[in-house]
Every structure is written in structure tokens, then in C-alpha cells.
């Protein structure tokens, strides 16, 4: 039997700090409930990568950065196995810890992960929009493309960040009447 693999991907979890409508993963009640541990599928891509010439691995969801350490266990044994491309698909919203954040975009660059940020309209009815800016800063400033917030000020720009043309601004109050 011939069988030509060269990208493997995996279903970390399926539940997700959003419910946005156009995700199924979301709606779906019938999944199984938790992650899928590393402890599992240790030592698969090692073994996939000794008789097929894999090219990506990859993890999404749900939110696969719920559970990091799976997540970043399974990405750091594709990198030592020799898997050139190692992506995790995130909506950047898995923790209001801002330590935990820079913890986990840390980990993310350590085995050259790319991040694939779900930050569009689609994803902004219900996920944080300064919290995925936040993550994908910390990670710029990982890979030492952005600065990190120093939380000095500084003149404000409309310049996105990653170079994605202009950024939005900020929200303004509502002017009062009379005013």
C-alpha cells in the first residue's frame, strides 16, 4: 500500500473560550470532554518522521493553548524529530494571567512554532481583542520583531504592530452634549 504523508495534525481539545458562529466546534455537545494529553501520543511524530517525509505538524482545536504543556510537548517533539514546519492555530485568549501569557508565547518560540492568531472579525463578537494583541506581541518581542509593552507611554501609533497596515484605534467615549 503506498501511502505519501508529509503533514499530520492534531485536535488538542475541542472546547474554546469562544463560541463564535462560525466554528462547529463550538456547537458540537457530543464531543469527548478534556484535552488530548502528550502522554498519549508520545513518541508518534518521532516515528511518522522515521518513515514518511513529514513536512508540518500541527495543533489546534478548541483553544490547544488551554493545555500548553501538551500542546508545547507534542510541537518540541516534532522540532526534534526534524519536522521543518510546526504551527498551532490560537485565538490568543487561553489565560488572563499576563505572566502565563509570556510563559506560553516563551515556550511557543523556544520550538520555532507558527502561530496561526485567529484575530479577525469573525473571531472579535467573542474573543478579547486586546488579549490576542497582547499574545501576539509577546511573541513578536520573542522573536525580536516588536518591543515589548514596557507599560512606559509613548506616542501613539496607528502603525499595526506586525506590519499589517493600520491598526485600529481606540475606542473613543461618546461625546457629552454641550461639549
Known amino acids: 500500500m503506498y501511502l505519501n504523508l508529509d503533514r499530520v495534525e492534531f ?5 474554546c473560550t469562544g463560541r463564535c458562529a462560525h466554528c462547529s466546534q463550538g456547537e458540537m455537545s457530543d ?11 508520545e513518541g508518534v511524530l518521532t516515528r511518522l518522521a522515521q518513515r514518511f517525509p513529514l513536512r508540518s505538524a500541527m495543533c489546534f482545536g478548541g483553544e490547544p493553548l488551554l493545555w500548553p504543556g501538551d ?12 519536522i521543518p514546519r510546526r ?32 484575530a479577525d472579525a469573525f ?3 467573542r474573543i478579547p481583542l486586546p488579549a490576542a494583541l497582547d499574545f501576539a506581541r509577546r511573541l513578536a518581542a520573542g522573536a525580536g520583531i516588536y518591543p515589548p509593552n514596557t507599560g512606559r507611554a509613548r506616542k501613539k501609533s496607528r502603525v499595526s ?6 491598526a485600529p484605534g481606540p475606542a473613543r467615549p461618546p461625546r457629552r452634549p454641550g461639549r
Open 11 to 15: 485536535t488538542m481539545i475541542y472546547h
Open 31 to 41: 464531543h469527548p470532554p478534556g484535552h488530548l494529553p502528550y502522554a498519549l501520543c
Open 71 to 82: 500542546t508545547v510537548a507534542l510541537l518540541r517533539e516534532a522540532k526534534t524529530a526534524g
Open 87 to 118: 504551527q498551532v492555530i490560537t485565538n490568543g485568549y487561553f489565560s488572563r494571567d499576563p505572566v502565563r501569557v509570556a510563559q506560553v508565547a516563551g515556550w511557543l518560540g523556544e520550538v520555532g512554532a507558527e502561530v496561526l492568531l485567529s
Open 123 to 125: 473571531h472579535q463578537r
Open 161 to 166: 504592530p506586525l506590519g499589517l497596515g493600520r
